[in-house]
T-cell receptor, first 112, second 113 residues
Framework: GNSVTQMEGPVTLSEEAFLTINCTYTATGYPSLFWYVQYPGEGLQLLLKATKADDKGSNKGFEATYRKETTSFHLEKGSVQVSDSAVYFCALSALFGNQFYFGTGTSLTVIP | EAQVTQNPRYLITVTGKKLTVTCSQNMNHEYMSWYRQDPGLGLRQIYY???????DKGDVPEGYKVSRKEKRNFPLILESPSPNPTSLYFC????????????FGPGTRLTVT
């Protein structure tokens, strides 16, 4: 079946530190992959996406590369800010079927 | 402003009471979906709709019903009995499935006592 496994949190970093949040997936065929961000008290919003192997999604300094050989889509940012504190969700939409699948979420806190 | 709205935002009810959470989008999206968010479990899809009058079950449909009579509205009905319905519920919409971005509502926090 289809599933997403992401790194457990919470993660606490100092401002300007390097961030990696791991995400691996299981899917039939070639899914589209997404990272969503949820700020406190809000709904999720799209951070970036990639729709085929070796694609790199990027937005607001965040990047993730669709790696088919390792079935991974790890989120990275070179220098985090306090304003990046949020919960991050990795997600996929399978090629077959009409559902979306989300990981458990990783809470990030950035301290000054 | 393009948005997904949900009502109510907060709801406290008792076991066995049927209730409805409304969802509406103004972006002419064809795909709409309901999720529940629980600690340690992330978001799980309850039901989704590909278009008007077309709905299908997600991973956790037990105790819920939906309808899609109009393109913009996708209400979630919690029926009695609903196993463990206390949760945070999100409605989302998109132009389609596959590579499309989903737009999420602000969430409805439901507490069942």
């Amino acid at each position: 079946g289809n599933s997403v496994t992401q790194m457990e949190g919470p993660v606490t970093l100092s401002e300007e530190a390097f961030l990696t949040i791991n995400c691996t997936y299981t899917a039939t065929g070639y899914p589209s992959l997404f990272w969503y961000v949820q700020y406190p008290g809000e709904g999720l919003q799209l951070l970036l996406k990639a729709t085929k192997a070796d694609d790199k999604g990027s937005n607001k300094g965040f990047e993730a590369t669709y790696r088919k050989e390792t079935t991974s889509f790890h989120l990275e940012k070179g220098s985090v800010q306090v304003s990046d504190s949020a919960v991050y969700f990795c997600a996929l939409s399978a090629l077959f079927g009409n559902q979306f699948y989300f990981g458990t979420g990783t809470s990030l806190t950035v301290i000054p | 402003e393009a948005q997904v709205t949900q009502n109510p935002r907060y709801l406290i009810t008792v076991t066995g009471k049927k209730l409805t959470v409304t969802c509406s989008q103004n972006m002419n999206h064809e795909y709409m979906s309901w999720y529940r968010q629980d600690p340690g479990l992330g978001l799980r899809q309850i039901y989704y709709s590909m278009n008007v009058e077309v709905t299908d079950k997600g991973d956790v449909p037990e105790g819920y019903k939906v309808s899609r009579k109009e393109k913009r509205n996708f209400p979630l009905i919690l029926e009695s009995p609903s196993p463990n319905p206390t949760s945070l519920y999100f409605c989302a919409s998109s132009f389609g499935h596959n590579s499309y971005e989903q737009y999420f509502g602000p969430g409805t926090r439901l507490t069942v006592t």
